[in-house]
């Protein structure tokens, strides 16, 4: 029996050779996969805080660019090699793995191309020389100004964790706070479903909150303005350099879901348990103050109530704006008695029309009250009532009920305000 040659046309054996490169292709891709998980492992093997950078900046800067020009041109070989077969020769050739004489030697290499290795080796020097020693098109054209004013990069990568400095206060807080997060992970999970749209984390959410009350932020678009480019921020909250920032109506929802759930006030107590802040604690003698917080209410929402007694204003007909005039028409209250028995605000009607002292102008507001240890001065307890004239007395025995359930005497100090009879009985009286 005679087997049939059949002679092979050009386009297939064109097309066999695509398929041996492709293998090449993959194995290329392959080492580049590999080579990009050793440098992800050896920034963060690199990057913690207690290895000397200095030190290792003397001898990783020339090891790494002998390894690094190896690793490439061993990976080169492979995308270059017109078969993955052809590979591992042009591997050894190049390390000189293939000695001199043979056919795919140093000195049959150099003959292939016309010229011995004396010749060659001059030539490699040379080169090496200006590709080590002289300076690439990116640092000739670093002094000259682009038209726009700004210097582009290639490739930057930032640490957030080297740019904050070990000193700075926000890391013994952050590192307080998180041990108190992790305690309420449970009080997390009962609060969001496990399907629907991915919420805002609520670790980083809380932590966001201590920033805009640290740093006196008033609104939360201002606080996601700050989140943009700040690096600090974004570090304390946890948010990569590449991730986006939340939409501050976003913000907003989660965050009064949050406060719906009381993890505030079960965050600060947390805080207050914890080893290391207990010890910097007073249980034995507190403060108490309250002040005004205005409310997000303006004095032309205070409208007359309803004629039906009781009733909640945003109900009542009130006064409504005239035609042509607008929702924020001008109004002039001289002359008007406005009290809160007669009046409400149609925005926010918990405010109460309240003035701070004689003279003093009245505003609508809430009152806010802070328990204070006088070890060191920090707020242990805080809370926010209606704006009244005993809502302070009545605050503070709330504030102080839970300290003085103890054999031993504790003590309260307070304003000239508090120094009423009854309030003093009844802080005198035994728990």
């Known amino acids: 029996m005679s087997l049939l040659t059949v002679p092979l046309s050009h386009d297939?054996?064109?097309?066999?050779?695509?398929?041996?490169?492709?293998?090449?292709?993959?194995?290329?891709?392959?080492?580049?996969?590999?080579?990009?998980?050793?440098?992800?492992?050896w920034r963060v093997y690199a990057a913690h805080p207690w290895r000397d950078k200095a030190a290792y900046a003397r001898w990783t800067g020339p090891v790494g660019f002998v390894l690094t020009f190896v690793a490439v041109v061993v990976a080169?070989?492979?995308?270059?090699?017109?078969?993955?077969?052809?590979?591992?020769?042009?591997?050894?050739?190049?390390?000189?793995?293939?000695?001199?004489?043979?056919?795919?030697?140093?000195?049959?290499?150099?003959?292939a191309y016309g010229t011995d290795l004396k010749e060659a080796g001059k030539w490699i020097a040379i080169l090496s020389f200006v590709a080590l020693a002289c300076p690439n098109t990116l640092e000739l054209l670093a002094p000259?100004?682009?038209?726009?004013?700004?210097?582009?990069?290639?490739?930057?990568?930032?640490?957030?964790?080297?740019?904050?400095?070990?000193?700075?206060?926000?890391?013994?807080?952050?590192?307080?706070?998180?041990?108190?997060?992790?305690?309420?992970?449970?009080?997390?999970?009962?609060?969001?479903?496990?399907?629907?749209?991915?919420?805002i984390p609520p670790e980083k959410l809380l932590r966001a909150m201590l920033l805009q009350a640290f740093y006196s932020i008033r609104w939360e678009r201002q606080?996601?303005?700050?989140?943009?480019?700040?690096?600090?921020?974004?570090?304390?909250?946890?948010?990569g350099v590449d991730d986006a920032?939340?939409?501050?109506?976003?913000?907003?929802?989660?965050?009064?879901?949050?406060?719906?759930?009381?993890?505030?006030?079960?965050?600060?107590?947390?805080?207050?348990?914890?080893?290391?802040?207990?010890r910097l604690l007073s249980t034995d003698h507190f403060s108490v103050d309250g002040t005004l917080v205005?409310?997000?209410?303006?004095?032309?929402?205070?409208?007359p109530k309803s004629l039906s007694s009781g009733e909640d204003p945003r109900n009542g007909s009130g006064e409504?704006?005239?035609?042509?005039?607008?929702?924020?028409?001008?109004?002039?209250?001289?002359?008007q008695k406005r009290s809160n028995a007669t009046h409400a605000s149609t925005t926010d009607p918990d405010a109460r029309l309240y003035r701070k002292g004689p003279g003093k102008e009245a505003k609508l507001c809430f009152m806010g009250h802070a328990l204070m240890e006088n070890r060191n001065g920090f707020v242990v307890d805080a809370c926010l009532t209606e704006a009244n004239g005993h809502a302070e007395r009545i605050a503070a025995l709330h504030l102080i009920e839970p300290r003085a359930d103890r054999p031993t005497r504790i003590t309260l100090g307070a304003d000239r305000g508090n120094d009423v009879e009854d309030f003093v009985k009844l802080l005198e009286a035994p728990a």
């Open 12 to 41: 297939d054996v064109h097309f066999r050779a695509l398929a041996r490169r492709r293998y090449g292709f993959i194995i290329w891709g392959l080492i580049n996969g590999v080579y990009l998980v050793v440098n992800h492992g």
């Open 76 to 111: 080169m070989l492979f995308f270059r090699a017109p078969t993955v077969t052809s590979a591992p020769d042009l591997l050894r050739g190049v390390f000189g793995l293939n000695g001199f004489g043979s056919q795919h030697g140093l000195a049959a290499t150099a003959a």
């Open 144 to 199: 000259y100004e682009p038209a726009m004013g700004v210097k582009p990069k290639l490739l930057s990568y930032v640490d957030l964790e080297a740019r904050v400095g070990k000193d700075h206060p926000l890391r013994t807080i952050r590192g307080i706070v998180n041990e108190a997060l992790a305690a309420l992970s449970g009080e997390f999970s009962a609060l969001y479903a496990r399907i629907g749209r991915p919420s």
């Open 223 to 239: 606080l996601m303005e700050r989140l943009e480019f700040d690096l600090l921020f974004r570090w304390f909250v946890g948010i």
């Open 245 to 278: 920032v939340w939409d501050h109506s976003t913000f907003s929802k989660n965050r009064d879901r949050l406060l719906e759930g009381d993890l505030a006030a079960k965050l600060l107590s947390a805080v207050l348990t914890q080893p290391r802040v207990k």
């Open 294 to 303: 205005e409310a997000w209410a303006s004095m032309k929402s205070f409208r």
């Open 320 to 335: 409504p704006p005239t035609p042509g005039d607008g929702r924020n028409r001008e109004a002039d209250f001289h002359g």
